[in-house]
Structures are given as C-alpha cells and as structure tokens.
C-alpha cells in the first residue's frame, strides 16, 4: 500500500493553542492574486484558554449569507473571559471568510462550498485549503464541535439545533445531550441529503461530539434568532463544562427527519405561492405550495403535496424558483 504523504498546511496561526488567557488573531492563508501580489486570506480567530479541561470548537460562516453562528461568535470572543473558563474555547466566526466577507453560500475566489470541502487540500483551492487545516489542525485539538448553520439567501428554516444519528451511539448520545442544552425552540434529529464532503461528517468520523443548528434564514438574522443563538452557544459550553454557570433550561420540541420523504424538489421553475407557513402542520397529500409557469397565463400551477404526515421545519425563501430546488422541508 502507498501512504499518501500531504505537505504541511499553508495556513498559519497567529494566536498560539496553548497558550493562556484570551487571544484575538488570524488564521493567515497566503492567497496570491491580480490587486495583491504577496496578500492572504485573513481569518479572524480567537483562543481563549484556562487551564486543563475540553476543548470545544465553535463556528460560523461555514456558508457566508447565515448570519446567527457569526453575529453569536463575534459576541462571545469580545465578551469571554479566561476566568469564566475551564479548558479551551476556539471561535472562529467566519470559517468561510471570503463568502463571509462578500455575502455569499460559497467562496467569491473558487465557488467553493466549505461544506462540501472536507477534508480538503493543502495544495489545492483557497476553500479547499481552509478545510485542510480545520481537519489535520483544529478538528483534532477539540472534544466538541459546534457549527452554526442558517437558511442562508435560499432557504429558511425553524431555529432548531441538531445532531445526527451515529454508529457509535455513546457519541450520538452525547451529541443530543447538547443538543437539549442548547435550547433552541426546536431540536431535530438530522438527515442529510447530500453527506460527503461535509464538516459534520469529518468532525463525527474523528469521534467528536458535533453539532449543528439552522436558526432561520433568508440571507438576515432577526432579534429572536440572533438571541437564540447567542444563548445556545453559551449553554452548550455550560453543558460541557467548559463554562462556569448553568445551563438556562427551555422548552424544545423534538424533531425527526425519517428518510427521503422529508424533501420536495421543485419539477419546474416559476412564482411559487406558499400554502403552509413554518412550524404549521400538514397531512400527507396536503399540497404544502404551489408553483406558477410565467411565461404565460392560464397555465394550471404545479403542486407541491406532502409526502408524509409532519409540519413544516424549511422552505424555499424566494420568490421565484428554478427546477430542482428544495421547496419545503418536513420533519415529524
Ligand atoms: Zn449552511
């Protein structure tokens, strides 16, 4: 057998992992190009670290048009202090800096989609590159993994948090147990349709504790879901007793995503007028939305139907629609 041997990282750290105390730095990726021949991609990262104790790792902007996991992060590494702290804190607000930067699901520079990135390269895109160094250098320093997600532009969820069913049931467990402590309105036991490449999959494959959320949507945050997120993160900390303090208990509805029946894919494009809100209940069959041909009137709308008993946990956010996006989520 070959061993595929991968050069070291091109990203470097300017805060130090092992250091004490709180530290505000970059995670610097040298990224040569036409308006700065010698420049990088600047990654904001901030390290707070107290003694001996877990690590958990906190993202947002894995996709750059969702909002809540940076506005809670940039929160929580201006307000953290080492003192409040037992183990190690690694916030990294914008994961995807330059769909961050630019307010877009994937990379301006490469259109790469982070979460379907992994485990990456080091020698290939800037996106590619990103995952590279959270899979050989961050992923492996943490027990807990926690990676904001949202709707984004096109889509727009419940605010739930989520983990998924594992093999390793122990690990399941413990996931769904920070799933509860963070407190999101809804909790979900997630499916994904389209698994490879992605964080969760590389964080879950190493035996960390992970989880996610979808917090809205849209391409905004509102003051519900900001506030929902902000909370959350700092429960989960408690809850892994990173964080002095208890966990501030709510009440959240369980969710579960039983197989492909959950997804609707729109057959064809066109104006599309919804007929169930979020969080609203439907029947199997239950037409969910319609879809409008445009190019001329009196054609018959084409309908969106249930395909299962549940409620409705995402939508499709504009609009418009084109052939094969996902319409509407549902979840029992
Ligand atoms: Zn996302």
Redesign the pocket.
Do not use: K, M, Y
């Given at each position: 057998m070959t061993e595929t041997i991968l050069r070291p990282s091109p990203i470097s750290a300017s805060v130090d992992f092992s250091a004490e105390g709180v530290q505000h730095g970059f995670l610097r990726l040298p990224y040569s190009r036409d308006d700065s021949a010698w420049g990088s991609v600047m990654i904001p990262i901030t390290v707070v670290r107290n003694g001996d104790g877990p690590t958990a790792l906190l993202t947002g902007g894995?996709?750059g048009d969702?909002y809540e996991g940076p506005i809670a992060l940039f929160d929580l590494a201006r307000t953290l202090a080492a003192e409040e702290v037992t183990g190690r804190v690694i916030i990294v607000p914008a994961m995807n800096y330059p769909a961050f930067a630019a307010g877009t699901r994937v990379s301006p520079i490469d259109k790469g989609n982070m979460?379907r990135s992994f485990p990456g390269r080091p020698d290939g895109t800037v996106t590619q590159k990103i995952a590279d160094y959270f899979q050989r250098e961050l992923l492996p320093l943490a027990e807990i993994v926690l990676d904001f997600?949202?709707g984004?532009k096109t889509l727009d969820f419940l605010p739930f948090c989520a983990a998924h069913i594992l093999p390793d049931k122990e690990q399941e467990a413990r996931a769904f147990e920070l799933v509860k402590a963070f407190g999101a309105p809804w909790s979900m036991k997630m499916l994904e349709i389209d698994a490879v490449g992605m964080y969760d999959t590389a964080a879950e494959e190493m035996g960390k504790v992970f989880i996610t959320t979808e917090l809205g949507g849209g391409g905004t945050a509102t003051a519900r879901s900001a506030g929902i997120a902000k909370r959350g993160v700092r429960n989960v900390l408690r809850a892994a007793g990173i964080l002095k303090g208890a966990v501030e208990t709510s009440k959240t509805e369980w969710l579960d995503m039983p197989d492909g029946d959950c997804f609707s894919f729109a057959e064809d494009g066109g104006l599309i007028e919804p007929l169930v809100d979020l969080g609203e209940k439907v029947r199997k069959g239950d037409v969910v939305a319609q879809i409008y041909p445009i190019a001329r009137t009196g054609a018959e709308p084409l309908e969106i139907k249930a395909k299962m008993d549940g409620l409705l946990a995402a939508r499709h956010f504009p609009g418009l629609v084109k052939q094969g996006d996902c319409v509407a989520v549902l979840a029992i």
């Open positions: 894995n996709h969702e979460n997600h949202s984004g």
